[in-house]
């Protein structure tokens, strides 16, 4: 739940930092985060020395929040109008965090085509979204009434290639990952979870559905 209070941004700087470890930008870089909600990654980043950033939503008031607590440029408009007016080759890395499963098709297809045209060679988007391939998907997607899907690996790879993208994708979970003693046990609990999952899959499909069964999933795209 959102607080407006700098303990809420700190723990949730901390959380996805965790969950995206590698996958953050150089500072140097120029980033957009496009459904940037209320600035928590935005504050993340600018912790990290990212000056270079914008980010993008629809919501005033979630971006009058945000307004508090980060200094990066902030545009109230829909993602794909935004993205349709950038230039081509002009972002390093593009986040689209908890975004694509909001949109309809055409209008997910226009943002990922749109994301492939501004990124630099060699940039990267990065997606988290709802994964349909686990056992726990169904909680994710159904969650907000405002989603329009769920993702499994082959479809957000089929998404990609028919947006332009053409590289291998990336895939990490978002699940526990240990820093202390309790996440430490909860991590050592996921990975007994994992094991039943993947041996149900092997069992009824004969395939582990690339091993990926946190409840979201996040992807990396590169230009």
Request: hydrophobic share 40%; with cysteine.
């Amino acid at each position: 739940t959102h607080q407006n209070t700098r303990a809420h941004y700190e723990f949730a700087a901390s959380q996805l930092e965790r969950h995206l470890g590698p996958w953050l930008p150089a500072p140097t870089a120029r980033s957009l985060d496009l459904a940037c909600g209320c600035g928590e990654f935005l504050f993340l980043l600018e912790k990290r020395g990212s000056q270079q950033l914008v980010g993008v939503d629809l919501s005033a008031g979630e971006l009058k929040e945000a307004k508090n607590f980060v200094n990066a440029r902030l545009v109230e408009q829909e993602v794909v109008a935004f993205l349709e007016a950038e230039k081509s080759e002009s972002w390093d890395h593009v986040f689209a965090l908890n975004l694509l499963e909001h949109l309809d098709s055409d209008s997910l297809y226009k943002a990922m085509k749109e994301c492939r045209r501004i990124l630099k060679p060699n940039g990267t988007l990065v997606a988290m979204v709802p994964n349909a391939c686990s056992p726990f998907g169904g909680m994710t997607r159904y969650w907000d009434i405002t989603h329009q899907r769920a993702f499994t690996l082959n479809s957000i790879s089929q998404l990609a290639r028919v947006s332009g993208f053409s590289k291998p994708l990336e895939f990490r979970e978002c699940a526990p990952r240990p820093h202390g003693l309790l996440s430490s046990i909860r991590w050592a609990l996921w990975q007994g979870l994992r094991l039943a999952i993947y041996t149900h899959h092997m069992i009824l499909f004969g395939n582990s559905k690339g091993r990926i069964y946190s409840a979201d999933m996040m992807v990396r795209i590169h230009g």
